[in-house]
């Protein structure tokens, strides 16, 4: 039930704090993570992660790799599961799979499932839907306690993922006695997270407008950003398209000049995300190069890199959980854009909720 929500997505996205506090009381005993010890095991004696997943799932996992790189020291790779199922890499000799899927249906995945229990090799479902097929499939399940997604837009299993993620690499990485992983204070940051999401949250008026200033007329429009910014502005982006129908690229902002940037031209929306100490400042001349060629630019800052003509401020968090507060303002821009369209935000044209064939 929506209640008083003229759409899901809008009360998804509204539901984000409280599933961030939902996973700490989850999955969390005192200040550690409590997870099965046979899956740490089984993650600690595989040398290589394959994480497999479609759309808002494999976005999700790319920020899981990074997290796993860091804190557990294992090599993890991030595969688009249409693209795996049928073309596998050379894997490595004692691979672990983890397949990210919010409805544990997807046929693409489920097609990669199949091929590493062939070969029994172990895996774990990241999954909302307890008992579904890629759960009941994979030797171990992770739940996501989002609650029902109805949107068609994947909006708070998107942060419900990468928080699980983060548990999981901090667990993994406590069991492999990663020094990172011991220092990395995840339930207190998480109840950071929570009320970051509740502040963003709260300041939809103000991004009604800048949705409507911005983006309800272009028909192409860029999000960019450098390592961990990029992997969400691709996900920031995929929310235009799909539900505002604003052609989008999520870009790897150092990438542009190579080429893309010839597509900038009057008014073309480029949106930054600059979170990260070591790339603000490039990215951030990456805006003014798109600037210089008539782009409206606007940017995504973390509050202590924030400068005094920043569109979108959000909370200070740990480097490697910033996904979870960036990707809230592009959730909202996207919905505004749609709404202001008159478009059925929870319904986009073509699109199902749960794509089960191939
Ligand atoms: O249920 P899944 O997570 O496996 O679904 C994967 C994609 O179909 C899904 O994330 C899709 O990209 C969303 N509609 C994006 O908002």
Do not use: C
Not at 193 to 220: C, F, W
Not at 299 to 305: D, E, K, V, W, Y
Not at 326 to 335: I, T
């Amino acid at each position: 039930d929506k209640g008083a929500y003229p759409f899901y997505m809008l009360k998804e996205v509204d539901e984000q704090p409280a599933v961030m506090r939902k996973l700490v009381q989850k999955y969390f005993k005192d200040d550690q993570p409590q997870l099965d010890e046979k899956l740490l095991q089984d993650m600690a004696d595989a040398d290589h992660i394959y994480i497999v997943g479609a759309g808002t799932s494999y976005h999700a996992g790319l920020i899981g790799a990074r997290m796993f790189e860091r804190l557990t020291k294992t090599p993890t790779t991030v595969h688009i599961s249409s693209e795996f199922a049928y073309e596998q890499p050379l894997l490595s000799n004692k691979p672990f799979f983890i397949f990210l899927s919010q409805s544990g249906e997807t046929a693409d995945s489920r097609e990669v499932l199949v091929h590493v229990n062939e070969h029994h090799w172990p895996s774990l479902t990241i999954t909302n839907v307890d008992k579904s097929t890629l759960s009941r499939e994979a030797t171990y399940t992770l739940l996501l306690y989002a609650g029902p997604e109805i949107a068609v837009a994947s909006t708070k299993a998107y942060t419900a993922q990468i928080a699980v993620e983060a548990i999981l690499a901090k667990a993994l990485g406590e069991f492999k006695q990663i020094p990172e992983a011991q220092d990395f204070a995840l339930k207190q940051q998480l109840g950071i997270v929570a009320n970051g999401m509740q502040a963003i949250t709260d300041s939809k008026d103000k991004i009604e407008s800048l949705a409507a200033h911005y983006l309800s007329k272009p028909r192409n429009a860029f999000y960019i950003g450098r390592g961990i910014d990029w992997s969400v502005s691709l996900e920031a982006a995929l929310k235009l398209k799909e539900i505002s129908y604003v052609q989008a690229e999520g870009f790897a902002s150092g990438e542009l000049k190579h080429g893309t940037i010839a597509l900038i031209e009057k008014n073309t929306p480029v949106i930054g995300i600059v979170t990260q100490d070591r790339t603000a400042g490039l990215t951030r001349s990456n805006l003014e190069e798109t600037e210089a060629r008539g782009a409206n630019t606007l940017t995504i800052a973390a509050r202590h890199l924030a400068k005094e003509d920043d569109t979108i401020v959000i909370p200070d968090v740990d480097p490697l959980l910033t996904p979870l507060l960036s990707v809230l303002p592009a959730q909202l821009l996207a919905y505004y854009t749609s709404l202001g369209k008159g478009l059925d935000v929870d319904k986009p044209r073509n699109l199902a909720k749960s794509v089960t064939v191939q």
